[in-house]
């Protein structure tokens, strides 16, 4: 079965460090992975999609995506972090040709000035 | 273009009352689903619909009803509300593509708090 796996649960940096927040993903076929972002009292925004070709997606708000099909993982980077992405982060992974989408149980970040 | 829209934004109910919450989308999306979030759990699919007139289970449908009669409206209904049904509820659609899994667009949420 799909599953997606997001081990941490909370993580703090501080404002102009950089960021990584793991995403492991469980799945038989080629995956379709994407990762959101939530901010507080919000809905889901796209940040980035993979869906074929160059493992290294850029995103929106400086946020890239490396899709490593050897460690099922779909990590989500930022260079220096701003204090505005405090949020929370949903990775999700979904299948060639079907309608849903599996979503991981979120990392939420907080950023120090 | 307002994309996804949610009506209410919050709710209050009583242990055994009904509400419809209402999901409306202007992209001309095939696909829509409602989700509910709740803390440490991330989001899982209550029940989603792949056109007018169809609907589908998702992974935790017990206690809720959907309708899709219009391509652009998706409700999801609770007949007797519980405490477990306390939660921020979300609206999403997406568009039909061959060949692709299709990038999901969210609506603002809606907090329902059952007492």
């Known amino acids: 079965a799909q599953s997606v796996t997001q081990p941490d649960i909370h993580i703090t940096v501080s404002e102009g460090a950089s960021l990584e927040l793991r995403c492991n993903y469980s799945?038989?076929?080629?995956?379709?992975l994407f990762w959101y972002v939530q901010s507080p009292g919000q809905g889901l925004q796209l940040l980035l999609k993979?869906?074929?070709?160059?493992?290294l997606v850029q995103g929106i708000k400086g946020f890239e995506a490396e899709f490593k099909r050897s460690q099922s993982s779909f990590n989500l980077r930022k260079p220096s972090v701003h204090w505005s992405d405090a949020a929370e982060y949903f990775c999700a992974v979904g299948a060639y040709n079907t309608d849903k989408l599996i979503f991981g149980t979120g990392t939420r970040l907080q950023v120090f000035p | 273009n307002a994309g996804v829209t949610q009506t209410p934004k919050f709710r209050v109910l009583k242990t055994g009352q009904s509400m419809t919450l209402l999901c409306a989308q202007d992209m001309n999306h095939e696909y829509m689903y409602w989700y509910r979030q709740d803390p440490g759990m991330g989001l899982r699919l209550i029940h989603y619909?792949?056109?007018?007139?169809?609907?589908a289970k998702g992974e935790v449908p017990d206690g809720y009803n959907v309708s899709r009669l219009k391509k652009q409206n998706f409700l999801l209904g609770l007949e007797s509300a519980a405490p477990s049904q306390t939660s921020v509820y979300f609206c999403?659609?997406?568009?039909?593509?061959?060949?692709?899994?299709?990038?999901?667009?969210f609506g603002p949420g809606t907090r329902l708090t059952v007492l």
């Open positions: 999403a659609s997406s568009y039909l593509a061959e060949g692709l899994n299709n990038e999901q667009f």
């Open positions: 619909s792949v056109g007018e007139g169809t609907t």
């Open positions: 799945y038989g076929a080629t995956p379709y």
């Open positions: 993979y869906f074929s070709g160059d493992t």
